[in-house]
């Protein structure tokens, strides 16, 4: 048995937890949009095609913010062919990921489908085809009350009042080399500055983001971040980080600790945003938004579904791209990419889970068929459940193991929050150890605990592995269950934590 003691104080608090840090991602890619979440003659689905089995989940999921149209999709996407009579709007080839784009679902069907799930929608613009006019124009007709073109034509398309959407992506990853538009961070770093510039003079209220880098292991990253904010830093509120991470072959260990990757990342980008605003002698601070992040098995695949064997394939609708289906390894990996989050709340202000339906994704439905729940859902759900009101800072003592690729790692990863109001701790914990359950002790100073409220674990289930994975026969096998034996009084709580395993405990507390 591994060991792990916790310390939390209710004095020591980074801050609020963001709520959209809950966020999630919908691309037009793959069956994201169409059999994801529309599908017009699905059973399920109401006048307007959107299924409302998956509608269900989504609200489960309790994603918060959701971006929107893409990723690579929206680097060579014309938001205008989404709007007006269906009958009208263009077929076009996606470049981006070799799909025929009907056009059918665009930004009305999106608001009205974010209005039914009761998500933020936070909307990318196309920076790599596009620029500064088509920019202008898209905050113009979603934003603008009435009495021009184009916000006459929005109420002529359906929306007399604006969708009055607040947050904006300049683009999507143009530091990538894979980006349809791609540009080197001088360019982009222009381009973001007056495209900004010109949507502020729209619409002042709204929220930008910069594209950051698409991993911390891009050539260009920190240097990207520093010149990009050096241009842009007055006209953008958030810095973008994307991330992804799958086990290679032989090394769990690592892929384990892929949150001290995540940890780096966003302490790098922190670093980074405040050198330029020292050098720049700028007042405000650029937050951070980790817009892309989970884990996704870009290499050592061959199947169908992987963007080379999709592409030869040929041009087609809505062909399935990358439906990774996720184990219990990756769940216990998306707590701890959750909890790193969580830690970095005061300055990591939005985060987008990539993506909500099908594509890399904690939500599985098929053409006609059902939808169910990914081993990755449980973690994401239960903290956008509870991960409510202060992030405690906490003092962690974990015995450790060691990984190629990070060294000695921490055995168990642990994030928490106290929300005032309902008197309520909630601890999420992590146990890495493959073999070994993990005792662990939490010291709560300035709390008096009245008794366990919820405990609940995520472990291998009985006769799997830790390769066992939810399917449409078999959707509720790998899932959340009661945690035996956790106990609190007093200022303490003990729990022991099976091997690879992702729980969640949550307490009844009074101060002290
Ligand atoms: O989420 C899948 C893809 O990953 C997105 O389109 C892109 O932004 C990233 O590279």
Redesign the pocket.
């Known amino acids: 048995m591994s060991r792990a003691r916790i310390t939390l104080d209710r004095d020591f608090t980074i801050g609020e937890v963001p709520r959209r840090l809950f966020g999630s ?1 919908v ?1 037009h ?1 793959g069956r994201c949009v169409y059999t994801g979440i529309y599908e017009p003659g699905h059973p399920e689905a109401d006048e307007n095609g959107f299924r409302q089995d998956v509608l269900k989940l989504v609200k489960e999921l309790g994603a918060t913010v959701i971006r929107y149209p ?4 929206v680097s060579g996407y014309n938001w205008e062919d989404g709007v007006g009579p269906r009958e009208n709007r263009p077929r076009r080839l996606d470049g ?1 990921w070799h799909t025929l784009e009907t056009n059918a679902f665009g930004l009305h069907e999106f608001v009205d489908w974010s209005r039914q799930a009761g998500t933020e929608i936070m909307e990318a613009i196309n920076l790599g085809t596009r620029g500064v006019d088509a920019a202008r124009e898209i905050v113009e007709y979603a934003n603008h009350p009435g009495g021009t073109y184009l916000s006459d034509l929005r109420a002529k398309n359906g929306h007399k009042d604006p969708f009055d959407i607040k947050l904006w992506c300049l683009g ?2 143009m530091d ?1 080399p894979w980006q349809i538009g791609h540009k080197t961070a001088e360019e982009y770093g222009r381009l973001a500055q007056e495209a900004a510039k010109a949507m502020r003079f729209v619409d002042p209220d709204i929220e930008l983001v910069a594209c950051g880098s ?1 991993s911390s292991a891009m050539p260009t990253f920190g240097a990207w971040e520093q010149t990009v904010l050096t241009h842009a830093y007055e006209e953008v509120d958030y810095v973008s980080l ?1 991330a ?1 991470y799958q086990e290679h072959e032989g090394d769990v260990g690592s892929f384990l600790a892929s949150a001290v990757d995540t940890d780096y990342f966003i302490e790098s980008v922190i670093a980074t945003a405040d050198a330029v605003r020292a050098k720049g002698k700028h007042k405000k601070h650029v937050n951070l938004s980790f817009d ?1 992040w989970n884990v996704w098995y870009q290499r050592g695949l061959d199947t169908e579904d992987q963007p080379s064997q999709v592409a030869k394939a040929g041009w087609r609708e809505h062909p399935r791209v ?1 439906e990774d289906k996720y184990n219990v390894t990756d769940a216990v990996v998306v707590g701890t990419l959750l909890n790193s989050l969580l830690r970095h709340g005061d300055r990591v202000k939005i985060a987008n889970q ?2 909500l339906v099908n ?2 994704a904690p939500i599985l439905s098929e053409e006609n068929g059902p939808a169910w729940r990914q081993t990755i859902f449980h973690p994401f759900a239960r903290m956008a459940e509870l991960a409510k009101g202060q992030i405690l800072r906490l003092s962690v003592d974990s015995d450790k193991y060691e990984n190629t690729r990070f060294g000695d790692t921490d055995l168990v990863d642990v994030s928490a929050t106290w929300n005032e109001e309902t008197g309520r701790v909630a601890l999420f914990v992590a146990n890495r150890g493959l073999e070994e359950a993990a005792d662990v002790e939490v010291a709560l100073r300035g709390f008096d605990a009245r008794r366990v409220l919820r405990a609940e674990v995520l472990e291998i289930p009985e006769g799997g592995n830790r390769f066992t994975v939810n399917s449409q026969g078999n959707p509720d096998q790998v899932g959340l269950k009661p945690l035996e034996g956790a106990k609190a009084s007093g200022s303490e709580l003990r729990a022991t934590l099976p091997a690879l395993s992702w729980a969640v405990i949550e307490l009844d507390v009074v101060k002290n």
């Open positions: 991602f691309e890619m893409g990723g690579n999709f981006a999507n990853e990538g698409s994307h992804y892309e990358i990539a993506q594509v890399i």
